[in-house]
Antibody, heavy 119, light 107 residues
Framework: QVQLVQSGAEVKKAGASVKVSCKASGYTFTNYWIHWVRQAPGQGPEWVGMINPNGGYTSYSQRFQGRVTMTRDTSTSTVYMDLSSLRSEDTAVYYC????????????WGQGTLVTVSS | ETVLTQSPGTLSLFPGERVTLSCRASQSVNSNYFAWYQQKPGQAPRLLIYATSSRATGIPDRFSGSGSGTDFTLTISRLEPEDFAVYYCLQYASSPRTFGPGTKVDI
């Protein structure tokens, strides 16, 4: 069965960086895009960006451009999201989700990773 | 950016009732690229409907979607206890992908 398993909760100071991982299994890793979506406490989801594991092409929301980097390791079927210059507003649960192609819905989701930014 | 607005913000209903949730887009969205999700506390969103009206695998037929252009609707024909949750719409026709703010369906 398809599974996306994310790394554990993180607590960071403002100004630091965080790297969250998402390990895929149960399907051909390079056949599906991976999106990152975050959700601040009590808020709706917000799209961060996406990566194509087949080649590594990325596309980021303008809101995070310059602060976010998404990479992949095909040998371990893992995608990483690196967010730098953290501020308190970045406190949120970060989810990865897969999608069949560039214009596709988010089908399977990871369990989420809580990132807490303290000042 | 396509902004999605959902109404109402909260609905208080009884099991067995029929409910219609609305999502309005700030500009026209290709109906092939519109979805609905359900989210319960502490869980990731769960895909219900994609391409405006196609049910995802395992979703009961009491859930249905419709709409076009800027107005989309999710209907639950008969509320079951497990349907009390927050519902989000999503457009994936353009970047950035955008979600609505959600409608909470309360018991």
């Amino acid at each position: 069965q398809v599974q996306l398993v994310q790394s554990g909760a993180e607590v960071k100071k403002a100004g630091a960086s965080v790297k969250v991982s998402c390990k895929a299994s149960g399907y051909t890793f390079t056949n599906y895009w991976i999106h990152w979506v975050r959700q601040a406490p009590g808020q709706g989801p917000e799209w961060v960006g996406m990566i194509n594991p087949n080649g590594g092409y990325t596309s980021y929301s303008q809101r995070f451009q310059g602060r976010v980097t998404m990479t992949r390791d095909t040998s371990t079927s893992t995608v990483y999201m690196d967010l730098s210059s953290l501020r308190s507003e970045d406190t949120a649960v970060y989810y990865c989700a897969n999608a069949q192609d560039y214009f596709s819905y988010f089908e399977y989701w990871g369990q989420g990773t809580l990132v807490t930014v303290s000042s | 950016e396509t902004v999605l607005t959902q109404s109402p913000g909260t609905l208080s209903l009884f099991p067995g009732e029929r409910v219609t949730l609305s999502c309005r887009a700030s500009q026209s969205v290709n109906s092939n690229y519109f979805a609905w999700y359900q989210q319960k506390p502490g869980q990731a969103p769960r895909l219900l409907i994609y391409a405006t009206s196609s049910r995802a695998t395992g979703i009961p037929d009491r859930f249905s979607g419709s709409g076009s252009g800027t107005d989309f609707t999710l209907t639950i024909s008969r509320l079951e206890p497990e349907d009390f949750a927050v519902y989000y719409c999503l457009q994936y026709a353009s970047s950035p992908r955008t979600f609505g703010p959600g409608t909470k369906v309360d018991i």
